[in-house]
């Protein structure tokens, strides 16, 4: 079985710190996803990716950088923290079509 | 832009207990409707999925989907304290750029022994 690995699992960062979450998936899939989810909100989705070097980006991008450099991973940086931002980043891959999802276990951040 | 609306936010029942959740969704022309479940400190697991009108049936959970009225519902028969997670529904379309699945808010489901 296939597994999806993200790193760090807890992140914590001062206010205007760029930060840098990473995710690693062995399924060959080819779509990756990132998406963050806060208390009341949902999962909102931030970029995906369909094959390496490509991204599109969701309904939360700004704010955001996304790197798709390999087939296995995706790397997603906030590029100017917020404070008291608290939230969970969820990594996700897909064989594509309408497939499901594999969901990472999450990096939840706290930027003080 | 899809919207999916879930309700009840929460929702507690004795072990048991038939459960029923539901999910209204604005885009008629989403091509799949999937159920996710997510248990604290983990991501959401995929649980069961329905693309066409009608009902699909898969041990304890039972999906209905009916398009015209833009509505879908869970139920979970036999409600195990094991159960008890967040529910997520997830609405899909696949196009060019590839598949995106949109999700709702959630339902809180608590199963008490």
């Known amino acids: 079985g296939g597994i999806i690995t993200q790193t760090p699992k807890f992140l914590i960062g001062q206010e205007g710190q760029k930060l840098t979450l990473k995710c690693q998936q062995n399924?060959?899939?080819?779509?990756m996803y990132w998406y963050r989810q806060d208390s009341g909100k949902g999962l909102r989705l931030i970029y995906y990716?369909?094959?390496?070097?490509?991204?599109q980006k969701g309904d939360l991008s700004e704010g955001y950088d996304a790197s798709r450099e390999k087939k296995s991973s995706f790397s997603l940086t906030v590029t100017s923290a917020q404070k008291n931002e608290m939230a969970v980043f969820l990594c996700?891959?897909?064989?594509?079509?309408?497939?499901?999802?594999?969901f990472g276990s999450g990096t939840r951040l706290l930027v003080i | 832009q899809e919207k999916v609306q879930q309700s009840p936010e929460s929702l507690i029942v004795p072990e048991g207990a038939m459960v029923s959740l539901n999910c209204s969704f604005s885009d008629s022309a989403s091509q799949s409707i999937w159920w996710y479940q997510q248990h604290p400190g983990k991501g959401p697991k995929a649980l069961i999925s329905i693309f066409s009108n009608g009902n699909k049936k898969e041990g304890r959970l039972t999906v209905y989907l009916n398009r015209a009225s833009l509505h879908v519902s869970l139920h979970i028969k036999d409600s195990q304290p094991s159960d008890s997670a967040v529910y997520l529904c997830?609405?899909?379309?696949?196009?060019?750029?590839?598949?995106?699945?949109?999700f709702g808010i959630g339902t809180l489901l608590s199963v008490k022994p």
């Open positions: 997830a609405v899909g379309r696949y196009g060019s750029s590839g598949n995106k699945l949109i």
């Open positions: 996700a891959s897909s064989q594509g079509g309408n497939s499901d999802y594999t």
């Open positions: 399924f060959n899939h080819d779509t």
């Open positions: 990716s369909i094959t390496e070097n490509d991204l």
